[in-house]
């Protein structure tokens, strides 16, 4: 059996059906319920618990998660990524053995992830040899797009298409989710994690993109307003005990090349014209996020 399908069919357990609740087993290289709902497994490795598969890319396509892909390749999100890999590897429970990323899109990150946790962000050898052996990595999406690229090339993480409102996954079965500037559903994270289970959540920070807000702003000859996310913040907290925020924020210089890859894929210009914009007045970016870490109540 290919690695890219062994590696659902030895995590079924973590699986259940999306349609009736019920455990999924393996059949073949696929997952099937009792009820004969069944999910296969593509042979590039990952798997589609959606219903219909088109209908959820929506402002996305192939050119922007390839965009987003390349831009992220070369380390934007560099430094948040590690302050996330240095929240898991601090964990007061060092017996975490599954993490769920959710919103994972093209999955540039979460691979990341996977390799600082494993690799180098662990203190002592032993616990990194503890790491690699224990730490399954389970990701998804909604969009079956961010998924075929997510999944390219050879690696461990179960990667599947899944409405973040009814994820396929058992009862108290995560001990880590991890949301990286995604929507959350807290039901379902409620649902998913184990008692005490981790949520690690990145939102953007107060200066975040501050360049390009001062821009938008100077284009429609308006003063930049300040950007809160005391908003998203409050609403952590009202599912969840906030345990500790770490700031991670870094200034970078972007060549044009990659500023016209950014603007292509940052929420901040889908309803804005691009050409108001002018490309030669801007150089660095402010990449901010908040990292919390939190239980759920
Ligand atoms: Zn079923």
């Not at 073949?28 to 209908?55: E, M, V």
Request: proline share 3%.
């Amino acid at each position: 059996m290919k690695a890219s399908i062994q590696k659902f069919l030895d995590s079924a357990q973590t699986f259940q059906c999306p349609i009736c609740g019920n455990a999924l087993h393996t059949a073949g290289s696929s997952l099937q319920c009792p009820d004969r709902h069944t999910f296969d497994i593509a042979a590039k490795g990952n798997i589609s618990f959606l219903r219909s598969q088109h209908a959820h890319d929506g402002l996305y396509n192939q050119s922007f998660f390839e965009n987003r892909s390349a831009l992220l390749s070369v380390g934007l999100y560099d430094h948040i990524v590690r302050e996330v890999a240095h929240d898991v590897s601090r964990l007061p429970d060092s017996h975490a053995t599954t993490l769920l990323d959710v919103g994972c899109g093209d999955g540039t990150l979460t691979k990341r992830l996977q390799s600082l946790i494993t690799q180098s962000s662990f203190d002592s050898q032993h616990q990194r040899e503890q790491a690699v052996r224990e730490l399954t990595i389970f990701a998804c999406d909604i969009s079956s797009l961010a998924i075929s690229i997510a999944s390219r090339g050879s690696n461990t993480i179960r990667w599947f298409m899944a409405d973040l409102a009814n994820l396929p996954i058992t009862d108290s079965s995560m001990d880590i989710i991890t949301d990286i500037f995604s929507p959350a559903n807290y039901e379902e994270f409620r649902r998913v994690l184990r008692p005490q289970g981790s949520l690690i959540k990145v939102i953007p920070g107060k200066h975040h993109l501050m360049e390009l807000r001062q821009e938008i702003a100077k284009s429609h000859g308006e003063q930049p307003k300040g950007y809160s996310n005391d908003d998203v913040v409050q609403g952590i907290e009202q599912h969840c005990t906030i345990e500790h925020i770490t700031t991670a924020s870094a200034t970078l210089q972007l060549s044009k090349a990659q500023w016209e890859q950014f603007l292509a894929m940052t929420p901040l210009m889908f309803h804005l014209d691009k050409t108001s914009i002018d490309l030669d007045s801007l150089r660095n970016l402010t990449i901010e996020a908040e990292i919390v870490q939190a239980t759920m109540q």
